[in-house]
């Protein structure tokens, strides 16, 4: 919501964040569907779904993102060490995200056509992947989609760096924390992911849970970027972090904790008075069981 907002969707970076946007929205409903599928798992429309529909479209959105990561990326680049105006040629961004689309859609159809639902003897459906007659393929597309952008977010971070280093003016590395972020963020999680995929060979080797844990683990480090999509990209740029103050969400959020505040300190002060009249009423004291109060001051007279 932060990059529709008019200054920022005005930008070359601002289009590239709001189709990355769409992306990581269309990546997390569809990670929500997993539970609809878990409950009606039985149902054969369901899955076919987990059969074929949601590795291909996940996978889709997953690689989309990180090629227009590897722009925004190489836009930081210019805008930071060349000047380059990021109000001009507004309809580039459009036409690169939708072509990024195209070409991670066509390049991964053997994710529907090299997959199988089939019906074992007791009448269960399971889905199966020709991984060995696609496996040159996936190896070619993991270095397309995964150790290029890699590359790329760290000769973005070295230009950088350099441009610092230049200007001898290596203390303001905090004003470049937003290009800086992003690319070390994207970098780390795709690092694991591909470490971890060059270990087991690209599949599950050994028959055990623990390993079974450690692979969804690491598959989900790609879905990462995506899912922290306002911490990665928002937070880190001041810009960008100002725009969400202006939004009605966090006008409202605001609002709505400044009446909740405001409800707890006037239960503080009730609270107060009430623990004031308690001691009060506790100054009188009780002559005997069967008589009335009496004030205490009156009390210590008859004693003495």
Same mark, same amino acid.
């Given at each position: 919501?932060t990059?529709?907002r008019?200054?920022i969707?005005?930008?070359?970076?601002?289009?590239y964040?709001?189709?990355?946007s769409?992306?990581?929205?269309?990546?997390?409903?569809l990670?929500?569907?997993?539970?609809?599928?878990v409950?009606?798992?039985?149902?054969?429309?369901?899955?076919?779904?987990?059969?074929?529909?949601?590795p291909?479209?996940?996978?889709i959105?997953v690689?989309?993102?990180?090629?227009?990561?590897?722009?925004?990326?190489?836009?930081?680049?210019?805008y930071t060490?060349?000047?380059?105006?990021?109000?001009s040629?507004l309809?580039?961004?459009?036409?690169?995200s939708?072509l990024?689309?195209?070409?991670?859609?066509?390049?991964?159809?053997?994710?529907i056509f090299?997959?199988?639902?089939?019906i074992?003897?007791?009448?269960n459906f399971?889905?199966?992947?020709?991984?060995y007659s696609f496996?040159y393929w996936?190896i070619?597309?993991?270095?397309?989609?995964i150790?290029?952008?890699?590359?790329?977010h760290?000769i973005?971070?070295?230009c950088v760096l350099?441009?610092?280093i230049?200007? /001898?003016c +290596?203390?303001?590395?905090t004003t470049?924390?937003s290009?800086? #972020?992003p690319? @070390?963020? !994207? &970098? =780390?999680?795709m690092?694991?992911?591909?470490?971890y995929? /060059?270990l +087991?060979?690209?599949?599950?080797?050994?028959?055990?849970n623990? #390993?079974?844990r @450690?692979? !969804? &683990? =690491?598959?989900?480090?790609?879905?990462t970027p995506?899912v922290?999509?306002?911490?990665?990209?928002v937070?880190p740029?001041?810009?960008y #972090?100002?725009?969400?103050?202006?939004?009605?969400f966090y006008?409202?959020?605001?609002c709505c904790?400044y009446?909740?505040?405001r409800?707890?300190q006037k239960?503080?002060?009730?609270h107060m008075?009430?623990?004031?009249?308690?001691?009060?009423?506790?100054?009188?004291?009780?002559s005997?069981l069967?008589?009335?109060?009496v004030d205490?001051e009156?009390?210590?007279?008859i004693?003495?």
């Amino acid at each position: 919501m932060t990059f529709i907002r008019e200054r920022i969707r005005y930008t070359i970076c601002g289009i590239y964040l709001i189709n990355y946007s769409i992306c990581s929205l269309v990546l997390m409903i569809l990670i929500l569907t997993n539970i609809i599928t878990v409950i009606y798992y039985d149902k054969y429309l369901f899955q076919l779904w987990s059969c074929y529909g949601y590795p291909y479209i996940s996978l889709i959105m997953v690689y989309t993102s990180i090629l227009i990561s590897c722009v925004i990326a190489i836009e930081g680049v210019f805008y930071t060490c060349f000047n380059f105006d990021q109000f001009s040629q507004l309809k580039r961004p459009l036409i690169i995200s939708f072509l990024s689309l195209l070409i991670v859609s066509i390049s991964n159809l053997d994710k529907i056509f090299g997959r199988s639902l089939l019906i074992d003897q007791s009448g269960n459906f399971y889905c199966t992947y020709k991984k060995y007659s696609f496996k040159y393929w996936s190896i070619i597309l993991y270095y397309i989609y995964i150790i290029i952008p890699c590359l790329i977010h760290m000769i973005c971070i070295i230009c950088v760096l350099l441009l610092l280093i230049k200007e /001898n003016c +290596f203390q303001k590395i905090t004003t470049h924390k937003s290009w800086l #972020i992003p690319s @070390l963020f !994207i &970098i =780390f999680c795709m690092f694991l992911n591909g470490l971890y995929l /060059n270990l +087991f060979n690209f599949c599950l080797t050994y028959p055990s849970n623990n #390993i079974n844990r @450690l692979h !969804i &683990i =690491f598959i989900f480090l790609l879905y990462t970027p995506q899912v922290f999509t306002y911490i990665i990209y928002v937070i880190p740029n001041d810009f960008y #972090i100002k725009e969400f103050f202006q939004m009605w969400f966090y006008r409202k959020l605001c609002c709505c904790f400044y009446n909740r505040q405001r409800h707890l300190q006037k239960f503080d002060v009730i609270h107060m008075l009430w623990t004031r009249r308690t001691s009060l009423e506790n100054n009188t004291t009780i002559s005997g069981l069967d008589n009335p109060y009496v004030d205490s001051e009156f009390y210590n007279r008859i004693q003495m």
